[in-house]
């Protein structure tokens, strides 16, 4: 394949494609653990993806459940209409979920579930007659994805300078991350569980009766796999339900096996009041996010007259037949082949070759929890987030693909990665780490 001169003439690139001019790097061929990039290469996939990928690329099993049903029916409605396959999806997701919760509604990405999520905490309230209660926390370095509900619950400044106030009345929990204290914490840091108090702080600043709901990652993954101190969610979840604030919690990383469990809430034995879900729903075949809820909250949306239901909101592609359908065959592959399992068990042995890299020059922080890490760098005077993409360039030369955020580097490779795939990864990556030292 030949790259043309002007390849990115008229794409308007995101903002981390910085370079993407000087040195294409396209990917076009994608199987189980390997990219095959533009010139020829296989390219482990070390981040599954965008953190989505669980299964590993490629599967059969949902590209013939995908063409299928393209064939039997492209689309169909989602408003007054359903289709089996988005029920059968929806008590498939359910039995998944922790105990409590037992609905779904579907959209089309990450950053739509946690607006959903958002607008379904406020309108809870509201119509229990506890229209006071709007206002929502995020925590600083959460990540929420990109629409306006997203980057005001969200935790990265930059992320929302150029759009003016955004949501009102959004305040964020301290999350106070210090390399220096947690380094090189072997999985969960054992201390800091008191963190979670600074809720109190904010709902003594706004008082209790205006806070609808807090939001957070189990583990804030696009900031830098932030790992909650043991019993840190907790206690969020007492202070949530002392307040009567509804507690999200954004699966979109953590859902799927990630942590070892089919969600971040069944690992860190929480049960949030709503969870978002995303990526490794259909494992990244085709876009779709669903929201989970618990029956209280959808009850108190059935007020309506007879089959109206209270909360107007929904997509044109909400429970899309074709994500349905990759939706079900990617549950059918983690149940088979029974990768949240296998994710647990790998963990150790991921998460010591990750700590192996602590001797390296600049590493400061490494953590872990089931099949996420990350090594944190410190960063170059001057030159912040340059250390750490130079090693992502370095390591994509050398066939590894990572990811990397501000000066840290993230690994959450597909769950089918065996013990031969995570040494040669962090071999690529120690050897980058010394080569850009
Ligand atoms: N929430 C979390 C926790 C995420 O990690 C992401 C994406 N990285 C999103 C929301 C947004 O998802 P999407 O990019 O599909 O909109």
Redesign the pocket.
Known sequence: ITVPNDLDAHWMPFTANRQFKAAPRLLVGAKDMYYTSHDGRQVLDGCAG???VNAGHGRDKISEAVARQISEMDYSPSFQMGHPLSFELASRLVELAPDGIDHVFYC???????DTALKMALAYHRIRGEGSRTRLIGRER??????FG?ISVGGIVSNRKHFGTLLSGVDHLRHTHDPARNAFSWGQPEHGAELADDLERLVALHDASTIAAVIV?PI???TGVLIPPKGYLKRLREICDRHGILLIF?????GFGRTGKAFGADSFEVTPDLM?T??GITNGAV?M?AVFAKKEIYDTFMTGPEHLIEFFHGYTYSGHPLACAAALATLDIYAEEKLFDRAANLSEYFGKAAHALRDLPNVIDIRNYGMVAAVELSPRAGEPTKRAYEIFVRAYEQGVLLRFTGDIIAISPPLIIDEAQIDHLYAVLAEAIKATA
């Not at 954004?250 to 953590?254: A, G, H, L, M, T």
């Open positions: 965008l953190w989505c089309n990405s990450g950053s739509e579930a946690v959460g990540y929420h994805g990109v629409g997203g990652e804030a993954g696009s954004d699966e979109v990383i953590c978002t995303a990526k876009p996010g």
